[in-house]
């Protein structure tokens, strides 16, 4: 590694980090140069094990060549163009692509540059193609109590973490939660998904019931909630939301943003848990994480809905200048390409019992309330220090990092969701690494 790479810069105060805090980071930075496969290389040059996948998007795990080389070839050869009104070859190789790997139903693709993007664009397709059904009394957004689906208006009115919400105002209107799902005293150590809890999807009759269907446009819910903590859905839950949209003709929209590309062992948690929406949110793990960008997969019936008037006319207002950049098209094709050959959308299924087992073995370390697994997603629940919520969980980031691997918490609760290239000996070694880090900071 040249010299360069390994310098620390002096002044780390003008980049104002998101989702961090500043003062402390730049008092003691937590800084990496480079990365391959499953670790990074922190800059005083220690390995380190990613436990997170990046934040849940490097699924095929760091620095991979045949996305490296997709990129390199592409910005050398088509660097933009438009997709508004032009087109170039790879954005359409790429919706088909992902309409192939998608569940069956979901046959159109826009795209994005975030996962927030992509839930704001899901949002805004529901009540525009109500509305171009001549249905446009149906506006409102029914999201979840825990949910989140980004940074955006939209997605933080759906959304239900109070931190991301309450300091910007009145959000959008015409928005209802449905309440989380998450019930330590009757589902805690569950291996997989919870028997308790199904009924708690009949909420949404008391909210149509409230409101009343005509009203409703879409329901939004990540099929496993990630940013939270991690809650596995209660066995039956997504099923009996998806009859009660069907049966009101509302919408049901999944937020595939980290459940999408391989998480849970099938290419998306809709074919893993047997339910497919109207529309399906996905990132992150599109491009490997490595450029930016996102996809929202919709059916027949919502595309063709605004498939009329005078051909001359555009259909839908919405776009991003970036949507299908050919380089992240390129990227996200690498990624597809990758994905395949080392048929990463189901290994995860293959390594489930393994990781199931191995992450339920730190059940009686210290402070220890809940350990939750599904694919290769595992959380552990830390008891908080007695006035001070988050602090232990924040110890866990700085004591991991200090010790080689790289952790991903909210609040109090460990999230792990390493890439899906990870081995059974690094189960083994994630897991030690976390053993040792609750260990610290009890
Ligand atoms: C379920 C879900 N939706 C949306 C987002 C937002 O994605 P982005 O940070 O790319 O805007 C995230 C990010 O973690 C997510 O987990």
Request: net charge neutral; glycine share 10%; charged share 20%.
């Given at each position: 590694?040249?010299?360069?790479?390994?310098?620390?810069?002096?002044?780390?105060?003008?980049?104002?980090?998101?989702?961090?805090?500043?003062?402390?980071?730049?008092?003691?930075?937590?800084?990496?140069?480079?990365?391959?496969?499953?670790?990074?290389?922190?800059?005083?040059?220690?390995?380190?094990?990613?436990?997170?996948?990046?934040?849940?998007?490097?699924?095929?795990?760091?620095?991979?060549?045949?996305?490296?080389?997709?990129?390199?070839?592409?910005?050398?050869?088509?660097?933009?163009?438009?997709?508004?009104?032009?087109?170039?070859?790879?954005?359409?190789?790429?919706?088909?692509?992902?309409?192939?790997?998608?569940?069956?139903?979901?046959?159109?693709?826009?795209?994005?540059?975030?996962?927030?993007?992509?839930?704001?664009?899901?949002?805004?397709?529901?009540?525009?193609?109500?509305?171009?059904?001549?249905?446009?009394?149906?506006?409102?957004?029914?999201?979840?109590?825990?949910?989140?689906?980004?940074?955006?208006?939209?997605?933080?009115?759906?959304?239900?973490?109070?931190?991301?919400?309450?300091?910007?105002?009145?959000?959008?209107?015409?928005?209802?939660?449905?309440?989380?799902?998450?019930?330590?005293?009757?589902?805690?150590?569950?291996?997989?998904?919870?028997?308790?809890?199904?009924?708690?999807?009949?909420?949404?009759?008391r909210i149509v019931a409230l409101h009343d269907a005509s009203t409703i446009a879409a329901v939004i819910v990540e099929p496993v909630a990630g940013s939270t903590g991690v809650l596995v859905p209660p066995k039956g839950y997504l099923k009996r939301l998806r009859e009660i949209c069907t049966k009101?003709?509302?919408?049901?929209?999944?937020?595939?943003?980290?459940?999408?590309?391989?998480?849970?062992?099938?290419?998306?948690?809709?074919?893993?848990?047997?339910?497919?929406?109207?529309?399906?949110?996905?990132?992150?793990?599109?491009?490997?994480?490595?450029?930016?960008?996102?996809?929202?997969?919709?059916?027949?019936?919502?595309?063709?809905?605004?498939?009329?008037?005078?051909?001359?006319?555009?259909?839908?207002?919405?776009?991003?200048?970036?949507?299908?950049?050919?380089?992240?098209?390129?990227?996200?094709?690498?990624?597809?390409?990758?994905?395949?050959?080392?048929?990463?959308?189901?290994?995860?299924?293959?390594?489930?019992?393994?990781?199931?087992?191995?992450?339920?073995?730190?059940?009686?370390?210290?402070?220890?309330?809940?350990?939750?697994?599904?694919?290769?997603?595992?959380?552990?629940?830390?008891?908080?220090?007695?006035?001070?919520?988050?602090?232990?969980?924040?110890?866990?980031?700085?004591?991991?990092?200090?010790?080689?691997?790289?952790?991903?918490?909210?609040?109090?609760?460990?999230?792990?969701?390493?890439?899906?290239?990870?081995?059974?000996?690094?189960?083994?070694?994630?897991?030690?690494?976390?053993?040792?880090?609750?260990?610290?900071?009890?």
């Amino acid at each position: 590694m040249s010299n360069r790479l390994k310098v620390t810069p002096n002044d780390l105060s003008a980049f104002w980090m998101g989702f961090t805090p500043n003062r402390q980071f730049k008092k003691a930075p937590r800084m990496v140069v480079s990365a391959k496969d499953m670790h990074y290389t922190s800059s005083d040059g220690r390995q380190i094990l990613d436990g997170s996948a990046g934040l849940w998007c490097v699924n095929a795990g760091h620095c991979r060549p045949k996305i490296v080389e997709a990129i390199q070839t592409q910005a050398a050869n088509l660097d933009f163009a438009p997709t508004f009104q032009f087109g170039h070859p790879l954005a359409f190789e790429l919706a088909n692509r992902l309409v192939d790997i998608a569940p069956a139903g979901l046959e159109h693709v826009m795209y994005t540059n975030s996962g927030s993007e992509s839930v704001d664009t899901a949002l805004k397709t529901a009540i525009a193609y109500h509305r171009a059904k001549g249905n446009g009394s149906r506006f409102r957004l029914i999201g979840r109590e825990r949910g989140y689906h980004g940074v955006n208006f939209g997605g933080v009115s759906v959304g239900g973490i109070v931190g991301n919400r309450k300091m910007f105002g009145t959000l959008l209107t015409g928005v209802d939660h449905l309440s989380h799902t998450h019930n330590l005293a009757k589902n805690a150590f569950t291996k997989g998904e919870p028997e308790h809890g199904a009924e708690l999807a009949d909420e949404l009759e008391r909210i149509v019931a409230l409101h009343d269907a005509s009203t409703i446009a879409a329901v939004i819910v990540e099929p496993v909630a990630g940013s939270t903590g991690v809650l596995v859905p209660p066995k039956g839950y997504l099923k009996r939301l998806r009859e009660i949209c069907t049966k009101h003709g509302i919408l049901l929209i999944f937020d595939e943003v980290i459940t999408g590309y391989g998480r849970l062992g099938t290419p998306f948690a809709a074919d893993y848990f047997g339910v497919t929406p109207d529309i399906m949110v996905t990132a992150k793990g599109l491009t490997n994480g490595v450029i930016p960008m996102g996809a929202v997969f919709v059916t027949k019936e919502i595309h063709d809905a605004f498939m009329n008037g005078p051909e001359h006319v555009i259909e839908f207002f919405h776009g991003y200048t970036y949507s299908g950049n050919p380089i992240a098209s390129a990227a996200a094709l690498g990624t597809l390409d990758t994905y395949r050959e080392e048929g990463l959308l189901t290994r995860a299924s293959e390594l489930a019992p393994y990781w199931e087992e191995a992450v339920h073995s730190l059940k009686g370390e210290p402070n220890v309330i809940d350990i939750r697994n599904i694919g290769l997603i595992g959380a552990i629940e830390l008891a908080p220090i007695a006035g001070e919520p988050g602090k232990r969980g924040f110890n866990c980031i700085v004591r991991g990092f200090e010790h080689g691997a790289m952790l991903r918490i909210t609040g109090d609760i460990i999230a792990l969701s390493p890439p899906l290239i990870i081995t059974k000996g690094q189960i083994d070694e994630l897991v030690d690494h976390v053993r040792d880090t609750i260990r610290a900071v009890a």
